[in-house]
Structures are given as C-alpha cells and as structure tokens.
Nanobody
C-alpha cells in the first residue's frame, strides 16, 4: 500500500485548504485512513480519521467543528477540508492507513505517506 498526500500550501489565518490522500492498494474499502500532523518541535498528533462505513469518523479536539474528513472509495481518495485555519494549524500533515478498524493512535497505522506542509500566516 502506498499513500500520497497533496494540497498543502501557504494560507492566511481564517482561510481554507483541502488536503488529498491517494491510497494505492486494494481493496481500499477495507482500509481506515487517518490524518496526523507534526509541528516543528512537537510530537505527531491525531487530526482526523475515517473508517467504514464512511460515516465512521473521528476528529481531534483541536480541529472539531473546523475540519471535515471524507473518503471516495471509487477513487481511492481521502480528503481533509480544513476551514477557519489558525497559525497553530501550521504543520506537516501526514495521511496513514491500516486495514480494519479505525483508531486515533499513531501506533496502529502501518502505512504512511510522505507528508504535505501547511503553513498558516497570522
């Protein structure tokens, strides 16, 4: 399984970005996919995850009400719509996948993408 994250960039506070994660490997529908992020000098933290069915979703406390995760099983894609961005959202965002149940803990994910940088200016 390979994951490729994209969509990062520079945005002003209050703006929006949409990250994409393409997951190669099948059947994609068996995988739970999560987003994690790591800011400079900090540990990697959970952002959001989506399992099966696609309504099985969980968010980290710091992004609840601002970020939306979704998946398209036909396209093997997972998206993270990030709204009302704050400077503290600045980080490298990673998508990760695992077969089976969705978890919010890093140690349960064994497939990782390369990360995409999100920078939010104040």
């Amino acid at each position: 399984v390979q994951l490729q994250a994209s969509g990062g960039g520079l945005v002003q506070a209050g703006g929006s970005l949409r990250l994409s994660c393409r997951v190669s490997g099948h059947p994609f529908s068996r995988y739970a996919v999560a987003w994690f992020r790591q800011a400079a000098g900090k540990e990697r933290e959970f952002v959001a995850a989506v399992g099966q069915p696609s309504t099985n979703i969980n968010y980290g406390d710091s992004v609840k009400g601002r970020f939306i995760i979704s998946r398209d099983n036909a396209e093997n894609m997972v998206y993270l719509q990030m709204n009302v961005l704050k400077p503290e959202d600045t980080a490298i965002y990673y998508c990760a996948a695992r077969q089976g149940t969705m978890f919010t803990y890093i140690r349960y994910y064994n497939h990782w993408g390369q990360g995409t940088l999100v920078t939010v200016s104040s």
